[in-house]
């Protein structure tokens, strides 16, 4: 059993920063792939970025390439999502997603166990 807590989330101006964190309960973290979810206002759930067990293989889908990343430290059991030059499209509820398969599980949608999400806004 995980239990993943996000936190960070809230109101940034366009262009700035943002770094989203996720804590993940238990002694196994390292065997989980991490991924983000969001959820924009009226707009079905989608992948944002996800990262392997040990952090050799990423995703990043297209709207966010270049801009956010999806670092790993297993010794905090911290999954985090730094949000550069966010735009005010990334208003989402953000997702923290783990599962015990590996990457492709996460992209697939697969996840195992969710986050509660936090609210991100982005003004223009």
């Known amino acids: 059993q995980v239990q993943l807590v996000e936190s960070g989330g809230g109101l940034v101006q366009a262009g700035d920063s943002l770094r989203l964190s996720c804590v993940a309960s238990g002694r196994t973290f390292s065997r989980y792939a991490m991924g983000w979810y969001r959820q924009p206002p009226g707009k079905e759930r989608e992948i944002v970025a996800a990262?392997?067990?040990?952090?050799?293989?990423?995703y990043y889908t297209d709207s966010v390439k270049g801009r956010f990343t999806i670092p790993r430290d297993n010794a905090k059991n911290t999954v985090y999502l730094q949000m550069n030059s966010p735009k005010p499209e990334d208003k989402a509820v953000y997702y923290c997603a783990a599962d015990s398969g590996n990457i492709l599980t996460i992209l697939k949608g697969g996840v195992g166990y969710w986050g509660p999400g936090t609210q991100v806004t982005v003004s223009s």
């Open positions: 990262i392997s067990e040990i952090g050799g293989s990423t």
